[in-house]
């Protein structure tokens, strides 16, 4: 009797509510998920489930392939990688198996023993200070909504884009950084990259083209660039100059994360000043090695072989998986493959 009582009450207020006609009936609106401007999608194949990035972030990772962190970095821990940068370039600090670059347009004049002369430094994963960029916990939290949780550190850089000689050589060719490593999946590889000082379209800041990261990778090539091209700068051979670019300005210790097959580039640094970031390139350590002789990889496989065997005075054949694996270094979790 109870029971059939409290549905004769339900029904009441019910018939209260929404009258069935009339001027009185009741006009429902929608809810704020209804008219939200952002639809997030029903699967994510870009980003892993967590609990740190809003859907929001999640979206607009899914749909562009890259993510800005602001105020990620400390000031203070920027001066830190700033001041180890300066020691490596004055030579007071050496570091086995760092790759020092020059600009093609200084390489060609008189060395000058500091960081004027150093464009861009990489492999620093056993230089103790700088390679502590890669283990920061507020990074590493990032990088495990892309990787999961077994996380390899595989390929450090330091930029210090100098001002521009007049023969633009302080740009770099828009490519995809899949080009330069032989594992996979792609999905599974992130880049952190965090701005040093303010970085805007003055002093060459990243320029991407959203969404391009859907896409495969291309064949790429040095460009033909009447004042020269840096070592190793290849870009993509063809893609569709009319899609949308975005300049992505930052300031200091701000980050951003972006997937491995993201078209990007930087323009000229038109400053009187260097231009410096830091990054690391993560990877999940479940991902495994591929085979790039027969693809469009080969070419940056001859490469880059040819500088480690130089380097090292090494006569034996090796490959690009080889160059890599002595790379990479286990941040957190287990190191299940690579």
């Not at 507020?138 to 210090?160: D, R, S």
């Not at 350590?285 to 002789?293: F, G, L, R, S, T």
Request: proline share 5%; with cysteine.
């Amino acid at each position: 009797m109870e029971a059939a009582a409290a549905a004769a009450r339900l029904g009441t207020i019910l018939r209260h509510l929404c009258p069935r006609t009339g001027a009185a009936a009741l006009t429902t609106f929608p809810t704020s998920a209804q008219i939200a401007s952002v639809k997030h999608p029903m699967e994510f194949h870009y980003t892993l489930d967590n609990n740190l990035l809003t859907p929001e972030q999640r979206h607009f990772y899914e749909e562009n392939g890259y993510l800005v962190i602001k105020n990620l970095i400390s000031g203070e821990d920027i001066e830190r990688f700033r001041n180890e940068f300066a020691k490596i370039c004055e030579k007071k600090v050496q570091v086995p198996g760092l790759i020092i670059m020059r600009d093609v347009a200084i390489a060609k004049s008189e060395f000058v023993p500091d960081q004027k002369a150093v464009t861009k430094i990489q492999d620093f994963q056993e230089d103790e200070e700088l390679f502590r960029y890669c283990t920061m916990p507020q990074i590493l939290k990032y990088v495990e909504c892309f990787t999961g949780p077994n996380i390899m550190a595989m390929h450090t850089m330091l930029i210090n884009k100098p001002p521009d000689s007049g023969k633009k050589s302080s740009r770099h060719p828009m490519h995809q950084d899949l080009h330069y490593f032989p594992f996979r999946p792609a999905d599974l590889i992130v880049c952190s990259w965090t701005a040093m000082e303010r970085i805007d379209r003055s002093n060459g800041c990243l320029v991407v083209l959203p969404g391009t990261h859907k896409g495969s990778l291309k064949q790429h090539d040095y460009p033909d660039w009447e004042g020269g091209v840096n070592k190793m700068y290849h870009g993509v051979r063809d893609y569709n100059k009319n899609l949308p670019r975005v300049h992505l300005v930052m300031e200091k210790g701000d980050t951003v994360f972006f997937h491995p097959l993201l078209i990007h580039g930087s323009g000229m640094n038109r400053t009187q000043g260097f231009r410096k970031a830091i990054s690391c390139h993560y990877a999940s350590a479940d991902c495994h090695y591929i085979e790039v002789k027969g693809t469009s990889q080969e070419n940056i496989e001859k490469e880059v072989v040819e500088i480690t065997q130089r380097k090292y005075g090494v006569s034996t054949p090796i490959t690009l998986k080889d160059t890599w694996m002595i790379r990479g270094r286990l941040v957190k979790g287990e190191r299940t493959n690579l």
